[in-house]
Every structure is written in structure tokens, then in C-alpha cells.
Nanobody, 123 residues
């Protein structure tokens, strides 16, 4: 059974940092591309960042320079380091595995996805 379990969310003040983790099981993690996406209240799922199975990364313009994605294949885990957080970063963050690297920016192509972890940026 495929499982993606996110953790690390919480309440943080503007300008603060959080590190999200996503533990994967049930599929060959090291061969898989991984993404982070987010869903704010009343909005659709928005792609945030992706890392391919060779370690190359990609970021949405809205988070470039503030967020950093990484992976540890020995632990079957992908991370999202979020710095300089803004209130507009408030959302449920999910990790997912896209079918192809080309489809990393399109949530409809995600084969697997987790339940998400809430990130709230507020003073």
C-alpha cells in the first residue's frame, strides 16, 4: 500500500521558518519524482516545488529563493524547508509523486498524494 505521510506543519509568525517532512512507503521512492503542493482555503491545489529522482529541483515563482526541497533516499523522505514565511503561504501542504517529471507542475498528474499538513503564518 502506498503511503505518503506529511509532518512538520504548525503556526509560525511572518518571517519565520518551518521544515516539512514527507515519509514515503509502498513504492520505489528512489526512482520516483516528488513534489510539494498546497491548498489554501477556498482555492485549488497549487504546485510549490519538485525534485526529480536525480536530485534536480524546481520551484514556483512565488516561493523561489525562500523554499528549498531536498530528499533522503535512505530514509524514503522528502523535505521542504520554508524560510521567510508570509501570510499568503498559509495552506495545507501535501507531498505527491507525479507520473512524469514533465507533469510535476500539474496536480492532476499525481499518482500518489498524502493527506497534508497545515501551515499557518500569522502574527
Amino acid at each position: 500500500e502506498v503511503q505518503l505521510v506529511e509532518s512538520g506543519g504548525g503556526l509560525v509568525q511572518p518571517g519565520g521558518s518551518l521544515r516539512l517532512s514527507c515519509a514515503a512507503s509502498g513504492f520505489t521512492f528512489s526512482r520516483s519524482h516528488m513534489t510539494w503542493a498546497r491548498q489554501a482555503p477556498g482555492k485549488g491545489l497549487e504546485w510549490v516545488s519538485a525534485i526529480n529522482n536525480a536530485g534536480s529541483t524546481d520551484y514556483a515563482d512565488s516561493v523561489k529563493g525562500r523554499f528549498s526541497i531536498s530528499r533522503d533516499n535512505a530514509k524514503n523522505t522528502v523535505y521542504l524547508q520554508m524560510n521567510s514565511l508570509k501570510p499568503e503561504d498559509t495552506a495545507v501542504y501535501i507531498c505527491a509523486s507525479p507520473r512524469t517529471w514533465f507533469g510535476r507542475r500539474f496536480p492532476s498528474t499525481y499518482d500518489y498524494r498524502g493527506q497534508g499538513t497545515q501551515v499557518t503564518v500569522s502574527s
